[in-house]
């Protein structure tokens, strides 16, 4: 039996463990940066598997070793994440949500199951691969400032730093059993937009005695499209989309204030700085020209994600050997963002799908009150996460 064999057996196995670890993180969802028991849970599961780890990392975090029959080799980190979102869960599942109003909707939980999944095979498998591999269990992936951003800051490859990062993530369109990948980069940056225009309120039947602050703030909005229209390269993909417009006046009232806010996404980083003066100056010069002053705070999200092509490459190859060519597929762009961008950004990295649609049954969508992933993907996604972190620890 040859090495993948024996890891599709391995998951197999585990398989019935794997579901039971995910009904477990589904059951008893934390938001993001209060993962306290999430992370307790998963000390114990290392702990019993004899698997070292070093704990607190931004208060939850989880940095886990495995070393082969030879640690002096190459260095592959695998990344989950912990948290969950504030929706109430409507699955009517036997393991829904006990937290009310926070739920796993957006598959973090199978995150974190799968890479328990792979720990546990890589590391029943140690004497058969060469290298180390960090298990890397974060929180506070779904707000900002990302989890990953604070725990690289607090120095979580200092003792020893990767070759290699590799993160995965579900995707409710994508048939289960299947992975996708995209070289490159997949993933926009994400930042947000906050804008304030200042004026003299007054009557709105008197317009000519103030500011109108609210005909201003649709200006702004509308110049604040010539960003994607004219300024930014065409081959460039890019969105500034605006969801929030507060104007507390009333039918004949002239707030002095109005407050915008949106989203920024791009998939450039030397573009996405220019983008921003851009916007600053627009926000800026087109309230003065209409009388009116204006603040515009841009919060500093998260980056690109890039795929590296040599180590995506490497790792399609590797899901095509363990799960057949036809169950791998190649991803378009993505406008989502992703704090897993603080790992590129940082070392040669992979991120990938893992399809978790359910046959004949609603699956739903990310981020709602009715995402019910097909448990089927989780054979797949520890499996294939270990059979990829083996033959990249071959490679690199």
């Known amino acids: 039996m ?28 934390e938001l993001s940066f209060r993962e306290e028991n999430t992370s307790k849970y998963i000390q114990e599961f290392l702990t019993r598997y004899g698997i070292p780890f070093k704990a607190g990392y931004v208060k939850t975090g989880i940095v886990a070793r495995i070393e082969g029959k030879d640690p002096a080799g190459k260095v592959i980190a695998l990344r989950a994440d912990m948290d969950a979102l504030p929706i109430k869960e409507e699955t009517g599942l036997e393991f829904s949500s006990v937290n009310d109003g926070v739920m796993h909707a957006c598959g973090h939980d199978a995150h974190t199951a799968a890479l328990l999944g792979a720990a546990k095979i ?47 993530h579900v995707l409710p369109e994508m ?24 004026g003299k309120g007054g009557h709105a039947a008197m317009p000519h005695m103030l500011t109108d602050t609210v ?42 204030e109005v407050k915008i806010s949106g989203t920024f996404r791009i998939m450039n980083e030397e573009w996405r700085q220019k983008t921003k003066e851009k916007i600053r100056e627009i926000v800026i010069n087109t309230a003065e020209s209409m009388g009116a002053g204006a603040e515009i705070d841009i919060k500093d999200g998260y980056p ?27 991803m378009d762009i993505r406008m989502t963002a992703e704090d897993f961008g603080f790992y590129s950004r940082e070392y040669p990295s992979v991120f990938y799908r893992f399809g978790v649609k359910r046959e004949n049954e609603e699956t739903g969508r990310l981020h ?29």
């Not at 909005?221 to 417009?245: D, E």
């Not at 089927?376 to 083996?390: D, R, Y």
């Open 2 to 29: 040859d090495i993948k064999d024996r890891i599709k057996a391995l998951a197999d196995e585990y398989f019935d463990e794997t579901v039971e670890i995910r009904r477990h993180i589904h059951k008893y969802p």
């Open 304 to 330: 690109v994600v890039f795929n590296d092509p040599k180590a995506t490459a490497e790792a399609v190859s590797s899901a095509k050997e363990y799960l057949g060519e036809e169950s791998v597929e190649e």
């Open 175 to 198: 048939k289960t059993g299947h992975v996708g990948f995209k070289s490159g980069m997949y993933m926009a940056s994400g930042d947000e937009v906050h804008i304030t225009i200042k």
């Open 122 to 168: 890589l590391n029943t498998l140690k004497d058969e691969w060469i290298g180390t591999v960090l298990l890397v269990f974060q929180p506070g992936e779904e707000v900002d400032p990302g989890g990953a951003r604070l725990m690289l800051e607090e120095g979580i490859f200092d003792d020893i730093k990767p070759d290699l990062v590799v993160g995965q």
């Open 215 to 256: 005909l201003i703030a649709s200006q702004v909005i509308v110049n604040l499209q010539q960003v994607a229209s004219r300024f930014v390269p065409a081959g460039i993909p890019v969105v500034l989309s605006f969801g929030k417009v507060i104007a507390n006046g009333a039918t004949n009232i002239i707030p002095s």
């Open 368 to 396: 709602t009150s009715t995402f019910n992933l097909n448990e089927q993907a989780l054979k797949t996604a520890s499996g294939a996460l270990a059979g990829i972190a083996f033959d990249l620890l071959k490679s690199h």
